[in-house]
T-cell receptor
Framework: ETGVTQTPRHLVMGMTNKKSLKCEQH?????MYWYKQSAKKPLELMFV???????ENNSVPSRFSPECPNSSHLFLHLHTLQPEDSALYLC?????????????FGSGTRLTVV | QKEVEQNSGPLSVPEGAIASLNCTYS??????FFWYRQYSGKSPELIMS????GDKEDGRFTAQLNKASQYVSLLIRDSQPSDSATYLC???????????FGRGTSLIVHP
């Protein structure tokens, strides 16, 4: 595996379900990110991790809970979501927070909340 | 407020033409600028980054930065139908270490 891998690719969940999104990067990067992409809106930063430490939480509701057990893995735990949370969730990594090399994105998880 | 503005398009150009995509941003002290390409149903992919005023060329792509006027452009020479995608501009506005993304410009290259 190379690059940034996200699973699952698609997820349909009810508002009372609990699910988790997984991201794994094989690039040796030290920073990982969760972004939300909704139609007609810019990419919205959710969380930033640098060397497994959360460095930014961009006013995200508590129904989204991130976890970074090591510098290669990132999870987004979901519970009691709302229909407006339906979106494409993208994981990204970079060599370091604040570097100038840009991001490598995973393929994303298309989430539908019913 | 940190803002990155892009015309949503679509920008339609004929095959072989030059496509010009523009992006303006809100803070004069911004230092780092990125262009990403996103095909429909796919994730963004980094095309180019630029940090200094002037032009930076990479194959058919040229990024142009003008910090005084607060804009950054992406030129695509000899446009191909495979260039049809949404192009996202991202800027590290002010002293932020995290880039702010624009909404993207949809480009359609027709044969």
């Amino acid at each position: 595996e190379t690059g940034v891998t996200q699973t699952p690719r698609h997820l349909v969940m009810g508002m009372t379900n609990k699910k988790s999104l997984k991201c794994e990067q094989h690039l040796g990067h030290n920073a990982m990110y969760w972004y939300k992409q909704s139609a007609k809106k810019p990419l919205e930063l959710m969380f930033v991790y640098s060397l497994e430490e959360r460095v930014e939480n961009n006013s995200v509701p508590s129904r989204f809970s991130p976890e970074c057990p090591n510098s290669s893995h990132l999870f987004l735990h979901l519970h009691t979501l709302q229909p407006e949370d339906s979106a494409l969730y993208l994981c990204a990594s970079s060599q370091g927070v604040g570097d100038n090399y840009g991001y490598t994105f995973g393929s994303g998880t298309r989430l539908t909340v019913v | 407020q940190k803002e990155v503005e892009q015309n949503s398009g679509p920008l339609s150009v004929p095959e072989g033409a030059i496509a010009s995509l523009n992006c303006t941003y809100s803070d004069r002290v911004s230092q780092s600028f990125f262009w990403y390409r996103q095909y429909s149903g796919k994730s963004p992919e980094l095309i180019m980054s630029i940090y200094s005023n002037g032009d930076k060329e990479d194959g058919r792509f040229t990024a142009q930065l003008n910090k005084a006027s607060q804009y950054v452009s992406l030129l695509i020479r000899d446009s191909q139908p495979s260039d049809s995608a949404t192009y996202l501009c991202a800027v590290k506005i002010g002293g932020s270490y995290i880039p702010t993304f624009g909404r993207g410009t949809s480009l359609i290259v027709h044969p």
